[in-house]
């Protein structure tokens, strides 16, 4: 009985399609409201310095007038959106994909 099974199941994944896709040939779709990355529309933002603020992973640095800058560490940022929410000009973006090329 349990050979039977095995047998069964053996045939079954012979000649089933498989589970997993061919990456990177084959690239899974991304689903609505996937956090990818962040980023900014640095022509809107105001150096408020609210982003750096409310950052959780201390991954945002706002430098303030004469020297206006802001500076993320990608690696640190766990795409939790609390900069995007805050952000008063809506400047920051989550989107979908984590992709080097966008
Ligand atoms: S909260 Fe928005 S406007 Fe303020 S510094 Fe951050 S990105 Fe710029
Ligand atoms: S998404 Fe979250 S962790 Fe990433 S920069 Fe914004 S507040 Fe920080």
């Given at each position: 009985m349990k050979m039977f099974t095995i047998l069964k199941d053996i045939a079954k994944n012979t000649f089933s399609k498989p589970y997993?896709?061919?990456y990177p040939f084959e690239v899974r779709p991304h689903f609505p409201g996937e956090r990818g990355k962040l980023v900014i529309e640095e022509d809107k933002c105001?150096?408020?310095?609210i982003c750096a603020r409310k950052c959780p992973a201390n991954a945002l640095t706002v430098t303030r007038k004469p020297d206006q800058a802001w500076q993320f560490e990608r690696f640190r940022?766990?795409?939790?959106?609390a900069c995007v929410e805050a952000c008063p000009k809506k400047c920051l973006h989550l989107v979908p994909r984590l992709d080097e090329k966008q």
């Open positions: 997993t896709r061919k105001i150096f408020c310095g940022c766990i795409l939790c959106g």
